[in-house]
């Protein structure tokens, strides 16, 4: 059974940068589909970005070209750096894979991005 450990998120002024990171507990070379959600107080989650195994991106309108999705199949991690933060990027995130069929969710990591 895949395990996913989020880490990273914390409290940023409007304007600046985070980097979150996601550990899987097995090889991530074979996971289908790699995507971060995220969901603020009182809202549907909702996606973020994905990356798939041919290393293809694709991003929510409202983050395209602020943060960016990555992976790195030696340490089993997939990222996301986030730039140029707005308060309405607040939410906790999670990480997502599809593998063999199956989607599983880490347990999340809290961003709040305020002055």
């Known amino acids: 059974q895949v395990q996913l450990m989020e880490s990273g998120g914390g409290l940023v002024q409007p304007g600046g940068s985070l980097r979150l990171s996601c550990a899987a507990s097995?090889?991530?070379?074979?996971?289908?589909?790699m995507d971060w959600h995220r969901q603020a107080p009182g809202s549907q989650r909702e996606f973020v970005a994905r990356?798939?195994?041919?290393?293809?991106?694709y991003y929510a309108t409202a983050v395209k070209g602020r943060f960016t999705i990555s992976s790195d199949n030696t340490e089993n991690m997939i990222y996301l750096q986030m730039n140029s933060l707005k308060p309405e990027d607040t939410a906790a995130y999670y990480c997502?894979?599809?593998?063999?069929?199956?989607?599983?969710w880490g347990q999340g990591t809290q961003v709040t991005v305020s002055s």
């Open positions: 997502r894979i599809v593998h063999q069929g199956v989607v599983t």
């Open positions: 990356i798939t195994s041919g290393g293809d991106t």
């Open positions: 097995v090889s991530i070379s074979s996971f289908s589909v």
